[in-house]
Every structure is written in C-alpha cells, then in structure tokens.
C-alpha cells in the first residue's frame, strides 16, 4: 500500500475512467472540487476507506463526508426531509454538505460514519468532480487530500507534496475556485451550522426562514473539521495582528503592510479562496512565524477565522 506510483491524470474522459477504474479497485484518488481537492475512495468498500485514514493519519472517530453525483444518490443514503429539499434546491451543487439521518440499510463502510447514525453528504459543484462521480456511477468518501491536521490542499501540486506515494492518483484540475472546505449543516434536528465553510450561514439563513444554531466546542464531535486544531501550517500562527513582530512573516488582509496579501482589497471572497494556498506558500518558504491581520467575521470572514483559529490552536 506504501510507495505507490502516485499519477497525476489529466481532467479529460480518460483521466475520469481512470479515477473510476481506480475506485472500483479500491484504489484512492484525489479530485479537485469548488472547495479543496478531496481524497477520495469508494464509501461502500472497508478496506478503501481504512485507507483514506492511513494515508491521511487520520484519527478514526473522525467521520468523512461522502459526496456524490445527484440528489437520487443522497437520498438512497439518508433520511431525507423538507428542509434539506429546501437547501439542496437553493445550494447543490454546491459548497454545502448536510448531515443527516442513516437509512437503515444504507450500505457504507461505518468508517465513513465513525459510528455516528449520521451521514454528511454533498453534491460538488466543480465540472470536474461532476464528471468523475458520473464516470463511477457511486458514493465517495472524500475528505481533504492532505496530512490530518495540516494545511489543506487547493491545487493538484499541494496535494502531490503531501501525499505522494500514499495514494494512486491525483486528477488535475487547477486550482480551486472556492479554496475553503463546505459549509456543513445538521439537519437531523434543529438546522443547525456545523462548521463554517464556503457558503455563508447568513445564505443558509434566508433559504430557511429561521436562524441556525451554531455547534460549539463543547458539543460533542458529530461532522468533519471540527477538531480544535486544524489546517495548521509548520509555524506557529499568531492572529488578530497589527504588525509582524521579530522573525514573523505578516500575512495581511486589506492595505496593509505585509509580506503576503490574502486581498489587497479587503474582499472576502478573494481572501478565501487564498487562504490555503497562501499558507502552503509560507510552508514552503519554511516561515518560522506567521502573523495574520484581522479579518472581518461576517460572511466569509466567519469561515476564514475558523479556519485561522484551528491553525493557530495548541498542538496536540
């Protein structure tokens, strides 16, 4: 299983039955979404999932998000119910993932679920992540295609450096457009926001009618991206910034001094799709610190520093 060959395929017909062909052999492959590239591995076979962990280190309680082609998929997966009718309407395909009851016969491997009686499901926007999903006509699991806990990866070449040799291929489709992971949203009760991410909640918010409640720390771990530390750089983060301080480098927001930007203009939606890979680029330029601006928490900005405060949390 180690020191594999890892491909990197072309986003064309050949490079889509090949991911396919890879899947239906237990095989992994990442694949670009809107949001960040996902390691993905066919949901219903054991032994392909366990890989997803291994190659990722992973921890095991964990649970995965399982994506797939069409809502027809989702629905053969979970109990299905008015409000997520509401929500995949609005937003699939889309940066957004529901969690919500198992059917009782739904035939996953239970590591997608760690044991949880609920399932995340998407529906990715990116053509390409369509197409492949097509071509293998089933559910994958697919959590984001790099090292647990580290940066994750939005373009083929970031998940090549963290994964190279652990996985059989990486489908290249450039770089992703949203560049943060989805937004997830628990409907087995109350709707409640599970995670920030690509779409905002205030979206979510006026899709539904009613306001969202809002997981906290102290609930218990029931979706992906939820561990307190996450998404972390080699450097330690330091954020809410005005300047950098001695052997820091300033990663800035707006018209600031800096040495990296995530939007001279101060947009969000820029700054998200930034984010990861501006922090894979002081990865990779070895900063020793890292000194990150404010960023406004509204919109995108909710997501952003969620993102930012996992990086910057204690390491386990």
Not at 121 to 127: D, F
Request: glycine share 10%; aromatic share 4%.
């Amino acid at each position: 299983m180690h020191d594999l060959t890892t491909e990197v395929l072309n986003a064309d017909p050949k490079g889509f039955r090949r991911a396919a062909e890879i899947w239906r052999e237990g095989g992994l492959v990442a694949l670009p979404t809107e949001t960040v590239y996902g390691l993905g591995a066919d949901a219903r076979n054991d032994l392909a999932v366990a890989r997803i962990f291994e190659a990722k280190g992973r921890p095991k309680f964990n649970p995965l998000i399982v994506h797939v082609a069409d809502v027809a998929q989702a629905q053969a997966l979970v109990e299905w119910n008015d409000l997520a009718d509401r929500l995949a309407s609005a937003f699939w395909p889309g940066p957004l993932t529901l969690v919500l009851p198992l059917k009782p016969e739904f035939g996953l491997s239970p590591l997608v679920t760690a044991d949880l009686p609920t399932l995340a499901v998407r529906m990715p926007a990116h053509p390409v992540a369509r197409d492949i999903l097509q071509a293998f006509g089933g559910p994958i699991a697919a959590p984001s295609a790099n090292p647990s806990g580290k940066i994750s990866p939005t373009t083929a070449d970031h998940v090549v450096a963290g994964l190279n040799g652990k996985i059989e291929a990486v489908v290249d489709g450039g770089a992703c457009e949203v560049g943060l992971e989805s937004t997830i949203v628990g409907l087995s009760d109350q709707p409640m926001l599970l995670r920030p991410g690509g779409l905002p909640h205030e979206a979510l918010e006026a899709a539904l009618g009613e306001a969202l409640a809002i997981h906290t720390a102290a609930d218990p771990l029931v979706a992906p991206g939820q561990m307190t530390s996450h998404y972390a750089p080699g450097a330690p983060v330091r954020l809410n910034a005005s300047q950098k301080e001695q052997g820091e480098v300033m990663l800035g927001f707006g018209a600031v001094a800096c040495d990296l930007n995530l939007s001279e203009a101060g947009d969000l939606r820029e700054a998200a799709a930034n984010l990861f890979h501006h922090l894979h680029r002081l990865d990779a330029a070895q900063a020793k610190a890292i000194a990150v601006s404010p960023i406004p928490n509204q919109g995108l900005g909710v997501a952003i520093n969620d993102r930012l405060k996992r990086a910057a949390a204690p390491r386990g």
